[in-house]
Nanobody, 128 residues
Framework: QVHLVESGGGSVQAGGSLRLSCTPSGYTYSSNCLAWFRQAPGKEREAVAGIYTGDNSTVYVDSERGRFTVTTDNGANTLYLHISSLKTEDTALYYC?????????????????????WGQGTQVTVSS
């Protein structure tokens, strides 16, 4: 049985930083795309960043968002999202997701429909 469990969320003051973690189990993502999505109340779910486990290449939906860094532990497939200089606009429920597609890299567009395995989400709340 496949599970993805997020952690690391919480209430953070604007300007601070945090690191979210996602630990998969039940499947080995050796040549797959892992990604982070987020959804704020009243807004559509949006992709944030993805990483290809084969070579750790990354894709960021918004290349100007240098505050976001996605990494992975290739040994354990643990997925991380580091966010710095947090803003109130970053407040959202953050999801990790994994695709089982045979890939050589994550696509430029991270489409939710391409990801089969999802976590339950971890809440990030940024206060001013």
């Amino acid at each position: 049985q496949v599970h993805l469990v997020e952690s690391g969320g919480g209430s953070v003051q604007a300007g601070g930083s945090l690191r979210l973690s996602c630990t998969p189990s039940g499947y080995t993502y050796s040549s797959n795309c892992l990604a982070w999505f987020r959804q704020a109340p009243g807004k559509e779910r949006e992709a944030v960043a993805g990483i290809y486990t084969g070579d750790n290449s990354t894709v960021y939906v918004d290349s100007e968002r240098g505050r976001f860094t996605v990494t992975t532990d290739n040994g354990a497939n643990t997925l991380y999202l580091h966010i710095s200089s947090l803003k109130t606009e970053d407040t959202a429920l953050y999801y990790c997701a994994a695709s089982r597609r045979r890939l050589i890299r994550c696509g430029a567009r991270l489409l939710a429909s391409h990801f089969s395995d999802w976590g339950q989400g971890t809440q990030v709340t940024v206060s001013s």
